[in-house]
T-cell receptor, first 112, second 109 residues
């Protein structure tokens, strides 16, 4: 079955700790995205990547970092510099940047 | 600035028809998407419009008027499982998706 996986579904961390969220896809998609979703708000783009070894900042990249060493993988690190990291994080991919995006199940991060 | 407006919440009755509106002001336009998102889950793709007019897909239809910056999603024969949030998103001139905040649809028996 092709799809996007994110793990874990729920994650708890102490304030000041970095945490890495995983995102893997076996759809052979070139483009991958990370979004943050807060209650009552639309999805906000953190980072995106159109090709391996290349990525661009989205609207809210501060306090986050990514890597794209393999086509299938696009991990997101939430650093201690992110002031309000508690949120629902969604990873998505698309064949190319203008096609519909397919989403993973999401990771709900809670920073205590 | 770029802006997408949708009603925050709507209520409808099982078996009825509901129309969810979306208006947008973006820098350029390369298409409009509708997604469905059940609570706590990931969004799933419903429809894509790039030309004016109506696209029908089963119980769901989506309409676009580019001159008016307007789209709607029409859901027919509502079922309880249609209770979800419906997200409108516009692909701007840089091929970035601009997302609305979503419309929470509540279906009552």
């Amino acid at each position: 079955d092709g799809g996007i996986t994110q793990s874990p579904k729920y994650l708890f961390r102490k304030e000041g700790q970095n945490v890495t969220l995983s995102c893997e896809q076996n759809l052979n998609h070139d483009a991958m995205y990370w979004y943050r979703q807060d209650p009552g708000q639309g999805l906000r783009l953190i980072y995106y990547s159109q090709i391996v070894n290349d990525f661009q900042k989205g609207d809210i990249a501060e306090g986050y970092s990514v890597s794209r060493e393999k086509k299938e993988s696009f991990p997101l690190t939430v650093t201690s510099a992110q002031k309000n990291p508690t949120a629902f994080y969604l990873c998505a991919s698309s064949i190319e940047e203008y096609n519909e995006q397919f989403f993973g199940p999401g990771t709900r991060l809670t920073v205590l | 600035g770029q802006n997408i407006d949708q009603p925050t919440e709507m209520t409808a009755t099982e078996g009825a028809i509901v129309q969810i509106n979306c208006t947008y002001q973006t820098s350029g336009f390369n298409g409009l998407f509708w997604y469905q998102q059940h609570a706590g889950e990931a969004p799933t793709f419903l429809s894509y419009n790039v030309l004016d007019g109506l696209e029908e897909k089963g119980r769901f239809s989506s309409f676009l008027s580019r001159s008016k910056g307007y789209s709607y999603l029409l859901l027919k024969e509502l079922q309880m499982k249609d209770s979800a949030s419906y997200l409108c998103a516009v692909l701007d001139s840089n091929y970035q998706l601009i997302w609305g905040a979503g419309t929470k649809l509540i279906i009552k028996p």
